[in-house]
């Protein structure tokens, strides 16, 4: 179905459509570095910046933003700061990213994702511009999103400009879910007051990380950001004429990025996420479990918009994606997901669906204690379900702050409500 989809619209192996509701008459949008880049370049005239950015910085010519801005006239890139998986997107998931050059333009590379999450006051000496301009995914557990906040701090206790270029969220449509973190839930996947699903591009989260600096720390960074053209909130990544670029090694598609918000849960327990395989975060499995029983009680439960169906796996070593997975070279049970509906799916409920079917199930299965309450951002999550509390009692828990964070995220929001 891939080759012949790829010879049908000439796209990418990386871009993904669905079978049954492919969009038609694909919509055309500028990112916020093509605005920037042919509508206010003369805001670059003269600086010396900074890139915070990745493999997903691509213009819509296919250039990567740095190779357009190395050779404009005028505009000096002093260095190269690198989140998880690398300015060229190359490095493993969790895999620390260590300060270097750019193979291919011997620029500096400072690491934001290894010793240090947050640029020191010596790598920003003689910097008088930050751009960044990375793809995130709209679910808060992506690092990137912690490098955006740890960025702006420092460029506001710097007093240096940053300029966001603003790309977009491409699981919009889907409405903000789940818990807003508490302290003490703090981590590189729950940095800030921001519930699982957030629902707002990169520029937005920036504007609202300006705004907790100023309210909590008495910070305040000169923040711009530049804003795509075009965009609709309403809709999906693939209702754009854009192929899909993998914004971390696992997100091969779209509907990857769409279930995920839900079974990356699974990375906080001894089941395997499908990490190893073909289909990540879609396959869900291992070696103790019964496909059947699983199906079963996942059944029981309101999941609408999505499929499972029996599914067995073998997690292997691939290189670049993923290296001694959970049950590497083992027989995994469980099941594969497919969305039907889009516009109807809650993944974050059925990942916590699934997580309640499991330990119900299975006398085998177990949390990793640490890891799912941090991915949460609480622990009510784990205590409930090792409670045998149900999956409805527990999406209560949280709407009084969600509705609380909705209320104020529209002050942020660049685009149509």
């Avoid at 997107?89 to 994702?113: M, R």
């Avoid at 955006?148 to 007093?159: H, M, S, T």
């Avoid at 395997?272 to 869900?284: A, Y």
Wanted: glycine content about 6%; some cysteine; proline content about 6%.
């Amino acid at each position: 179905m891939k080759q012949f989809l790829n010879l049908v619209l000439s796209v990418s192996l990386l871009f993904f459509s669905f079978q049954n509701n492919y969009p038609q008459n694909r919509k055309e949008y500028l990112s916020g570095a093509d605005a920037l880049l042919r509508f206010k370049p003369l805001l670059l005239r003269g600086k010396n910046i900074g890139v915070v950015a990745n493999h997903t910085a691509i213009l819509k010519n296919g250039t990567h933003l740095i190779d357009s801005l190395i050779h404009m006239k005028d505009v000096h890139i002093i260095k190269l700061f690198s989140p998880e998986h690398g300015i060229r997107g190359d490095a493993e998931a969790g895999a620390s990213v260590k300060d270097g050059a750019d193979k291919k333009t011997g620029l500096k590379i400072i690491s934001l994702y290894g010793k240090s999450f947050k640029p020191k006051k010596e790598d920003l000496k003689g910097i008088n511009l930050i751009l960044f301009d990375i793809q995130d995914i709209g679910a808060r557990y992506y690092t990137y999103i912690a490098t955006l906040y740890y960025v702006i701090e420092a460029c506001a206790e710097n007093n240096i400009p940053i300029f966001i270029l603003d790309r977009p969220n491409p699981i919009s449509p889907v409405e903000p879910d789940g818990p807003v973190i508490v302290k003490g839930f703090s981590s590189p996947v729950s940095i800030a007051p921001l519930p699982i699903i957030h629902n707002m591009t990169i520029g937005e989260i920036g504007k609202y990380f300006n705004y907790l600096f100023e309210k909590e720390k008495g910070l305040h960074c000169h923040l711009m950001v530049i804003p795509m053209k075009g965009w609709n909130r309403n809709r999906f990544f693939d209702e754009y004429s854009t192929n899909w670029v993998r914004p971390s090694p696992n997100i091969t598609s779209l509907e990857t990025a769409l279930i995920y918000p839900g079974t990356c849960l699974i990375e906080g327990t001894n089941i395997s996420e499908g990490r190893g395989t073909e289909s990540p975060f879609l396959s869900i499995g291992a070696p103790f479990i019964k496909s059947s029983l699983l199906m079963d009680e996942l059944n029981k439960h309101n999941i609408q918009g999505i499929a499972v169906e029996p599914f067995n796996f073998t997690p292997e070593d691939i290189p670049g994606t993923a290296t001694n997975p959970k049950y590497k070279n083992e027989l995994c049970r469980g099941i594969k997901i497919t969305i039907t509906d889009r516009k109807k799916i809650e993944p974050l409920k059925f990942g916590i669906a699934l997580l309640y079917s499991l330990k119900k199930q299975f006398a085998e299965f177990k949390f990793k204690d640490k890891t799912i309450d941090m991915l949460f951002g609480n622990d009510f999550l784990r205590k409930m379900i090792n409670a045998g509390e149900k999956p409805e009692k527990i999406y209560l828990k949280w709407q009084k702050e969600l509705n609380n964070f909705i209320n104020l995220r529209n002050k942020f929001l660049l685009y149509n409500k």
